[in-house]
T-cell receptor, first 112, second 113 residues
Framework: DGGITQSPKYLFRKEGQNVTLSCEQN?????MYWYRQDPGQGLRLIYY???????QKGDIAEGYSVSREKKESFPLTVTSAQKNPTAFYLC???????????FGPGTRLLVL | QKEVEQNSGPLSVPEGAIASLNCTYS??????FFWYRQYSGKSPELIMF????GDKEDGRFTAQLNKASQYVSLLIRDSQPSDSATYLC?????????????FGAGTRLAVHP
């Protein structure tokens, strides 16, 4: 059963702490993406990766980091430099950069 | 600045009516257009995509694209309460190689019995 999984579903971050959100896909997609969604707003692109070992900053990359060591995995780290991290984080993948994107279930990050 | 604009709503329609959701975009060269549905607290799911001018139908859903006027719309026939959700319009602009999805903020649809 192909799809995109994200974990955890909820994540709590303390001040000054780095946290990592997991995203895994078994769709054999080359491209993967991370978006942030704030209440009542659209999705904003944080980082994207077109192929393994390559990734690019999106529109709001400051305070975030990613890696793409395997085709299936694209973890996102929210660093302590991100001062307003509370949001709904969505991972997506597509077969190519101009193809349809499919989303994982999301991770809701809250600050303690 | 590449933009995708949607009326935030809520758009309220009675059960069985046609719901019409509209979206305008700024990049005239855009070629790929998507509609996603997002239930409260859930992730977006793809409803339809459209690439060519005109209409594209899939069950109760019809996407309409007018590139000259730079708008794309989604019609939902025989609206059901289960259609109540936020509908996101997304566009891939073609401008200097920027080939990533740009999302609108979404239109909230409420279908009442």
């Amino acid at each position: 059963d192909g799809g995109i999984t994200q974990s955890p579903k909820y994540l709590f971050r303390k001040e000054g702490q780095n946290v990592t959100l997991s995203c895994e896909q078994n769709l054999n997609h080359d491209a993967m993406y991370w978006y942030r969604q704030d209440p009542g707003q659209g999705l904003r692109l944080i980082y994207y990766s077109q192929i393994v070992n390559d990734f690019q900053k999106g529109d709001i990359a400051e305070g975030y980091s990613v890696s793409r060591e395997k085709k299936e995995s694209f973890p996102l780290t929210v660093t302590s430099a991100q001062k307003n991290p509370t949001a709904f984080y969505l991972c997506a993948s597509s077969s190519g950069m101009r193809e349809t994107q499919y989303f994982g279930p999301g991770t809701r990050l809250l600050v303690l | 600045q590449k933009e995708v604009e949607q009326n935030s709503g809520p758009l309220s329609v009675p059960e069985g009516a046609i719901a019409s959701l509209n979206c305008t975009y700024s990049d005239r060269g855009s070629q790929s257009f998507f509609w996603y549905r997002q239930y409260s607290g859930k992730s977006p799911e793809l409803i339809m995509f459209i690439y060519s001018n005109g209409d594209k139908e899939d069950g109760r859903f019809t996407a309409q694209l007018n590139k000259a006027s730079q708008y794309v719309s989604l019609l939902i026939r025989d609206s059901q309460p289960s259609d109540s959700a936020t509908y996101l319009c997304a566009v891939i602009p073609v401008d200097g190689g920027y080939n990533k999805l740009i999302f609108g903020a979404g239109t909230r649809l409420a279908v009442h019995p």
